[in-house]
């Protein structure tokens, strides 16, 4: 039998890091890194923006070259797919028919795109989704060419990202989005209604509190019209559909562990089985920012995880306590987020939306939650900061006429009464 080590499942930013982060701390045992897409593992979030509009090449996708997985001595697997765990040989099983024995597994799996369960969305084509670079090309291909009329299904930070590209390269778009709002679980609305007035200004159309019905094509078999609720009827050339995503937990239920949107780990990211860990879009851990298990899809989340587990697998485990951050890239803005705002109770904003450089900041309980920063990267890294030292901040120090990022000094707490907050 084959000498036994680490086997990642996964070759996204989960599951490279953590077979990198393995070598950087000195871990000298077999590594296996599987991946089900063929090619060399490349980042997602340029697959919306700088990829589809032709700024952004292949190779640049890259998360490393092919020499590397040579120069550190990792197995590198792709094109073929893990179909069962054996916990008790520990050894997977792959659908070529491998077999592939560890001392420790890390489940980097990831997640899916949610589908859209209407007529036509499963039988037309020219309905796709954007999660893959197999998705991004054949996108990428049919927004190389003349305009198209494009609607986007889902006004997340994806579906709002691929709509930006699209207007700046010429096409029709429309968003149809079924909540009342834009990234209503992601943002306030003082950030989200901003973004979505900004790609409105563009000339995209944004219909909110809208649901899809249907999808109706031609005699070819292509999409062609989006039906709506409101018995509108929409023309299309191409339809997106960005509704969210599934995490792939389906191995890991198969073998007897813990699920529940997403695989469930603890403070250390290890599952029910300690020689088993999970990382990435497919975990759901106890975060100590929520309070609660949550699931983040985040590359940062990916890639402080699979530095946590290296940890652990290499004697030294820690809990995973790192305060959680994200972008998005909206054309030429760049959103900024630290800390996990769900379930806040007020907010403060700091500088002018309509100027396109402010910040909102989100307390629950009257403790600093999270920072949203639009076209202020400095606020966005203090606010990392301060979140991880755990530095208390109220929202009266924050509504202080002299408060600012760059200069916070903790001073007396001001009344509600003198300045408004934003609920």
Known sequence: MAARGVVVV????????????????????????????????????????????????GDELELRPLSYFAAQDIGLVTGDRVTAIDRDLRTILLASGLSLPYDRLVLATGARPRTLPVPGAASLSGVLSLRTLADADELRGRLSGPPLQ?????????????????????????????????LGRALTPVTSGWLVDRLRRTGARVLLGREVTALRGDAAGRVRVVELDVAERIPADVVVVGVGVLPNTELAATAGLGVGDGIVVDRQLRTGDPDVFAVGDCARFPSASAGRHVRLESVQNASDQARCVAAAICGEPVPYTAVPWFWSEQGPVRLQ????????????????PESASFSVLCFRRGRLAAVESVGRPADHGIARRLLA???????????????????YVRTPPITKERLSVHA
Do not use: C, M, N, W
């Open 389 to 407: 030292s755990g530095t208390e901040l109220s929202p009266e120090e924050a509504l202080r006429p002299d408060f600012g990022f760059k200069t």
């Open 337 to 352: 987020i630290a800390g996990l705002g769900a379930g806040h109770d007020e907010t403060v904003v700091h500088g002018e």
């Open 150 to 182: 494009l609607v986007v299904v889902g006004a997340g930070f994806i579906g709002l990202e691929l709509a930006a590209t699209a207007r700046a390269l010429g096409h029709d778009v429309t968003v149809v989005e079924v909540q009342g709002r834009a």
């Open 10 to 57: 996964g070759a996204g930013q989960g599951g490279l890091e953590t077979a990198a982060a393995l070598r950087a701390r000195g871990y000298d045992g077999r590594i296996t890194l599987i991946g089900d897409e063929p090619g060399t593992p490349y980042q997602r979030p340029p697959l919306s923006k700088g990829y589809l509009s032709g700024t952004t090449t």
